[in-house]
C-alpha cells in the first residue's frame, strides 16, 4: 500500500473494465478517485459499493475530467489511469518510487510494447503506430527532446506540479498538454516502459482521424513558445 498515492481513474461506459481494475487499484492505494463521463451502464454504483470516490466530469472532455480529479486528490502524488484495462498496473509501484526523484513519468508503449500500436494487426493498427511515431518525431524536433511516445496516458506527477502547470486541454489533447508544459517549466521528465495491453471490453473513445488535430496542436504550443505568446 502506497500511502502518499491517490489513483485517478478516467472513465466512460467502461463498467466491464472497470469491476476488474478498482479490486487491483485497492492494493496500491486507498485514495482512488474515479471521474465519469456520464456513463449508465452501473458504473456508480459499482463505485459505491467499493467506497470509491466517484465524482461526474463536466463534459468538456478528458483535459477536463483529469483536472477534476487531481483537484480531489488527497494525497501528494497522483498516478493517471484509464478506465479501458489496458494500462501494466505492475508500473505503479515503479511509477510512485520514481517520483521521488523525477517531476513527471511519462510512459512509452513505444520501449515497453503495445498491443494497440503494431504493424501485424492491419491497416489500421499500421496508421495508428505510424502516426504516433510522426508525432514523436515532430515533438522532439521541434522541443529538442528524445521521447519515444508522446501520447500513452498512463502517468505520474504530484498533485502540487500538476496543478502547477496549469493545463487547459480538455480532450485528449491534455497528453500532449501536460508533456509539453511540463517541458517548457524545465521539470525533470522520466521516461518508463511500460507494456500496453489490450481493452477486454468495448471500444476506444479516440478516433485516428484526431490525429490531425495533434499534429495542430504540437506546432500551436511551439509557435508560442518561439515567439513568446501566451
Do not use: W
Request: some cysteine; proline content about 1%; aromatic content about 10%.
Amino acid at each position: 500500500m502506497l500511502n502518499n498515492l491517490s489513483i485517478v481513474v478516467l472513465a466512460k461506459e467502461e463498467y466491464l473494465n472497470i469491476l476488474t481494475i478498482i479490486p487491483k487499484l485497492k492494493k496500491y492505494s486507498r485514495d482512488i478517485i474515479l471521474i465519469d463521463g456520464n456513463s449508465n451502464d452501473g458504473t456508480k454504483e459499482f463505485c459505491k459499493k467499493k467506497k470509491i470516490r466517484f465524482y461526474l466530469d463536466n463534459g468538456k472532455g478528458k483535459g477536463a475530467a483529469q483536472r477534476l480529479g487531481a483537484k480531489k486528490a488527497k494525497k501528494k502524488n497522483i498516478i493517471f489511469i484509464d478506465g479501458d484495462g489496458a494500462h501494466n498496473l505492475k508500473d505503479i509501484i515503479k511509477i510512485n518510487n520514481l517520483l521521488e526523484k523525477f517531476d513527471l513519468i511519462t510512459c512509452s508503449r513505444l520501449t515497453g510494447g503495445s498491443y494497440d500500436l503494431n504493424f501485424s494487426d492491419g491497416f489500421a493498427s499500421i496508421v495508428r503506430a505510424s502516426g504516433v511515431i510522426f508525432l514523436v518525431i515532430m515533438l522532439n524536433k521541434l522541443f529538442r527532446k528524445n521521447f519515444t511516445d508522446v501520447l500513452y496516458s498512463l502517468k505520474g506527477i504530484s498533485k502540487k506540479n500538476f496543478l502547477n502547470l496549469k493545463t487547459q486541454s480538455n480532450g485528449f489533447d491534455i497528453e500532449l498538454d501536460i508533456l509539453i508544459s511540463s517541458i517548457l517549466k524545465k521539470f525533470k521528465i522520466y521516461e518508463l516502459p511500460s507494456r500496453e495491453n489490450s481493452r477486454k471490453y468495448g471500444k476506444s473513445k479516440l478516433s485516428t482521424i484526431v490525429g490531425v488535430y495533434f499534429i495542430y496542436y504540437i506546432m500551436k504550443r511551439f509557435v508560442k513558445k518561439k515567439f513568446n505568446i501566451n
